[in-house]
């Protein structure tokens, strides 16, 4: 793992026939460090030799379509985003479930485009039959995603992956991580103590 100013990068190989690609996450870029966004994610690109996927919130539009509304809508970001996608030649695996993955919680809505998630070439290769699908938003003003990859073995397998805001979460089988944790922890003096701490640990777990 390596962090740059605006992302991490994971390198990730495959237990089953030792395919090796990176995948980055970046974080949010406010107005004012923009062009420094956009020349690290293309520095990012253009020197990597490995397949590589980007997801999470660029913070960019990549044009009016993205957004529900004129308000404060400036093309050169959009621009300068969609030429750096251009040369490093990535492609943006479609969303499903959701137009926008952002909104300001206001009185008057904006709502916009802001998450997505980009692949070289040769990772969607690998992976042609990959679909990212939007979660439920609840309280955040950003859309969380699942990202799920199908592998063609012996028997067809999905490895799926969930990128949300701020991280990156690989999951192999989440539904026996919690049951392990939730079976490994049982100390406390009363039920509701006892649940309370497996609550506890799981957060911590997950954090």
């Known amino acids: 793992m390596r962090r740059g100013i605006f992302?991490?990068?994971?390198?990730v190989r495959?237990?089953?026939?030792a395919f090796q690609w990176l995948l980055a996450v970046y974080g949010p870029a406010?107005?004012?460090?923009?062009?420094?966004?956009?020349?690290?994610?293309?520095?990012?690109?253009?020197?990597?030799?490995?397949?590589?996927?980007?997801g999470n919130d660029f913070n960019i539009i990549?044009?009016?379509v993205e957004k529900n509304n004129n308000h404060y809508y400036?093309?050169?970001?959009?621009?300068?985003?969609?030429?750096?996608?251009?040369?490093?030649?990535?492609?943006?695996?479609?969303?499903?479930?959701r137009r926008f993955t952002w909104t300001n919680?206001?009185?008057?809505?904006?709502?916009?485009?802001l998450d997505r998630t980009l692949t070289s070439t040769d990772w969607e290769l690998k992976y042609p039959r990959s679909t990212v699908q939007?979660?439920?938003?609840?309280?955040?003003?950003?859309?969380?995603?699942?990202?799920?990859?199908?592998?063609?073995?012996?028997?067809?397998?999905?490895?799926?992956?969930?990128l949300s805001l701020g991280g990156l979460c690989?999951?192999?089988?989440?539904?026996?991580?919690v049951k392990d944790i939730w079976s490994y922890t049982n100390f406390g003096q009363t039920p509701l103590e006892r649940w309370q701490n497996k609550i506890h640990r799981l957060r911590q777990h997950l954090s």
């Not at 992302?7 to 390198?11: E, L, N, P, T």
């Not at 495959?14 to 026939?17: E, L, M, R, V």
């Open 74 to 97: 400036d093309d050169r970001w959009p621009f300068l985003f969609n030429t750096v996608i251009d040369a490093c030649n990535l492609r943006e695996l479609e969303l499903s479930g």
């Open 105 to 113: 919680h206001r009185t008057i809505k904006t709502f916009e485009k």
């Open 62 to 64: 990549r044009g009016p």
């Open 7 to 11: 992302f991490v990068k994971i390198k």
């Open 134 to 162: 939007a979660l439920n938003r609840e309280i955040l003003d950003h859309t969380l995603f699942s990202l799920t990859q199908e592998i063609h073995l012996r028997q067809e397998a999905c490895h799926c992956l969930s």
């Open 14 to 17: 495959n237990k089953s026939d």
């Open 170 to 177: 690989v999951m192999d089988s989440l539904t026996d991580m």
């Open 30 to 54: 406010q107005t004012k460090p923009k062009q420094a966004f956009l020349a690290e994610l293309a520095h990012l690109c253009l020197k990597e030799t490995l397949p590589m996927i980007i």
